[in-house]
């Protein structure tokens, strides 16, 4: 595509339910990456991928978030039993080769109530 | 590992004034620079990038960045400030075949 992709842009959900978020980068970039920003803060690493594999998930902030990238293109961001301090804009982000000049998506604004 | 520190969370200047915003980063390894961009409720926009060619590099909308190694900086400049210039500014580091880190950013204010 144009640009990265991630949906839904916006995304309200109740404590404890289980939450999906998804990203579609730019044809033919092999790196992905997750971020998480908190208003007022910098992008947070939460996860990248090279290829169908997480390269690094030491930002994961716990066993409840997960992410996959079966095929190597679009990924899932995975976060299980939501937690009112889950709520940010999680930003993906996507490069040609891992290094690079990154591109990212508009975000997704979560909210759990 | 790499790290980097934006000084001064918050940055006022006036409209026609120089803009600086500061950046000092940490890394084992010859670095990647970059500085981000961000208008309300907006994604991250490249500004600028260094990847070890030419310490002075140029960008979008009139904005510039010194790689200065015996000082491990990478502070943004323009030497005259618009409105249109309003944002939250990001610095961040990686080294080839590793991920970003971002700074906490800097948000620019321009007074009429």
């Known amino acids: 595509g144009a640009g990265v992709s991630q949906t839904p842009s916006n995304k309200v959900t109740e404590k404890g339910k289980y939450v999906e978020l998804r990203c579609d980068p730019i044809?033919?970039?092999?790196?992905l990456y997750w971020y998480r920003q908190s208003l007022g803060q910098g992008p947070e690493f939460l996860i990248y991928?090279?290829?169908?594999?997480?390269?690094?998930d030491s930002g994961l902030p716990n066993d409840r978030f997960f992410a996959v990238r079966p095929e190597g293109s679009v990924s899932t961001l995975k976060i299980q039993r939501t937690e009112r301090g889950d709520s940010a804009v999680y930003l993906c982000?996507?490069?040609?080769?891992?290094?690079?000049?990154?591109?990212f998506g508009q975000g997704t604004r979560l909210t759990v109530v | 590992a790499q790290s980097v520190t934006q000084l001064g969370s918050h940055v006022s200047v006036s409209e026609g004034a120089l803009v600086l915003l500061r950046c000092n980063y940490s890394?084992?390894?010859?670095?990647?620079l970059f500085w981000y961009v961000q208008y309300p409720n907006q994604g991250l926009q490249l500004l600028l990038k260094?990847?070890?060619?030419?310490?002075l590099v140029k960008g979008i909308n009139g904005f510039e960045a010194e790689f200065k190694k015996s000082e491990t900086s990478f502070h943004l400049t323009k030497p005259s400030a618009h409105m249109s210039d309003a944002a939250e500014y990001f610095c961040?580091?990686?080294?080839?075949?590793?991920?970003?880190?971002f700074g906490t950013g800097t948000s620019l204010t321009v007074i009429p």
């Open positions: 982000a996507s490069t040609k080769q891992v290094g690079e000049e990154a591109f």
């Open positions: 044809s033919g970039h092999t790196a």
């Open positions: 991928f090279q290829g169908t594999g997480a390269a690094d």
């Open positions: 890394s084992s390894v010859p670095p990647y």
């Open positions: 260094y990847t070890s060619a030419a310490t």
């Open positions: 961040a580091v990686s080294d080839p075949g590793n991920q970003f880190y």
